[in-house]
């Protein structure tokens, strides 16, 4: 027990490493600092490593479906498109201080939390955003085999289709090509959509509701705490009364 414990310590500290190290390494290469060659080929190295990590825990796992849903950060994070890819891996370090109930431990758990959990799971952004990411990275690789493209300029020609963008760089040229682009304007735009609502929406409703709490009268505040002094009044009768027995009872057992 106690050296499985040690391990799962080891194994969080490493991925908790490697998903820094990951992290640093792209913002490097975006920013080009440093050698660029070393820095491709160590991005490689980790997507290997994150890529058996992801499908050792997927074989292992008992509920697959589950862990698809709740693992789609991870998985996003091993696309082999562009380095960027590798920022959903903080997912994974927000899933770990999850499990080990580190906001609790440090006192940091409250109404923020629930409330990002409720966001991401209770309104279905998890769903939709895995869909609309899956139809753009799916779009970008067709269009890439076909069109002759870079896998990054694929990525770039798919992301200002479904956002309506439409710099017009990138275009189709060839029928199959276009057939790409048709399903990504209906299919993305739709999904794209669905998510602007949802996050719209989710604030909508958390700004009503503060709303409604702010906008209570004070009456009504005063007859809350009005309730609330008459049951600490009863509770110290009680309390009183149950004082009182212990003491008769007390002075029952001296006399025996």
């Given at each position: 027990?106690?050296?499985?414990?040690?391990?799962?310590?080891?194994?969080?500290?490493?991925?908790?490493?490697?998903?820094?190290?990951?992290?640093?390494?792209?913002?490097?290469?975006?920013?080009?600092?440093?050698?660029?060659?070393?820095?491709?080929?160590?991005?490689?190295?980790?997507?290997?490593?994150?890529?058996?990590?992801?499908?050792?825990?997927?074989?292992?796992?008992?509920?697959?479906?589950?862990?698809?849903?709740?693992?789609?950060?991870?998985?996003?994070?091993?696309?082999?498109?562009?380095?960027?890819?590798?920022?959903?891996?903080?997912?994974?370090?927000?899933?770990?201080?999850?499990?080990?109930?580190?906001?609790?431990?440090?006192?940091?758990?409250?109404?923020?939390t629930h409330?990002?959990?409720?966001?991401?799971?209770?309104?279905?952004?998890?769903?939709l955003f895995?869909?609309?990411?899956?139809?753009?990275?799916?779009?970008?690789l067709l269009?890439?085999?076909?069109?002759?493209?870079?896998?990054?300029?694929?990525?770039?020609?798919?992301?200002?289709?479904?956002?309506?963008?439409?710099?017009?760089?990138?275009?189709?040229?060839?029928?199959?090509?276009?057939?790409?682009?048709?399903?990504?304007?209906?299919?993305?735009?739709?999904?794209?959509?669905?998510?602007?609502?949802?996050?719209?929406?989710?604030?909508?409703?958390?700004?009503?509701?503060?709303?409604?709490?702010?906008?209570?009268?004070?009456?009504?505040?005063?007859?809350?705490?009005?309730?609330?002094?008459?049951?600490?009044?009863?509770?110290?009768?009680?309390?009183?009364?149950?004082?009182?027995?212990?003491?008769?009872?007390?002075?029952?057992?001296?006399?025996?």
């Open positions: 027990m106690v050296a499985k414990q040690r391990w799962q310590v080891f194994y969080h500290l490493l991925i908790t490493g490697l998903t820094l190290l990951s992290v640093v390494n792209v913002l490097l290469q975006a920013g080009h600092v440093g050698d660029w060659y070393f820095e491709a080929h160590l991005n490689n190295s980790l997507l290997v490593a994150f890529a058996v990590d992801y499908f050792v825990r997927l074989g292992r796992s008992t509920d697959r479906k589950t862990f698809l849903i709740h693992s789609t950060f991870d998985l996003l994070g091993i696309i082999p498109m562009h380095p960027v890819f590798a920022l959903f891996r903080i997912g994974r370090l927000v899933r770990m201080v999850q499990a080990n109930h580190l906001f609790w431990k440090l006192g940091w758990d409250g109404r923020w409330a990002f959990h409720k966001f991401i799971y209770d309104t279905g952004f998890i769903y895995s869909i609309s990411i899956a139809i753009i990275v799916l779009s970008a269009f890439s085999v076909f069109e002759h493209q870079s896998l990054s300029d694929s990525l770039w020609w798919a992301i200002t289709t479904a956002t309506t963008v439409g710099y017009g760089d990138d275009t189709p040229h060839t029928a199959v090509g276009k057939v790409i682009a048709v399903g990504l304007m209906f299919g993305g735009i739709g999904f794209i959509g669905l998510l602007t609502s949802t996050i719209t929406d989710f604030f909508t409703q958390q700004t009503q509701q503060t709303t409604d709490l702010n906008g209570r009268s004070h009456a009504e505040h005063a007859e809350d705490l009005q309730q609330l002094f008459v049951k600490v009044d009863q509770l110290t009768q009680k309390v009183d009364q149950l004082q009182k027995q212990v003491t008769r009872i007390e002075k029952n057992e001296l006399r025996k």
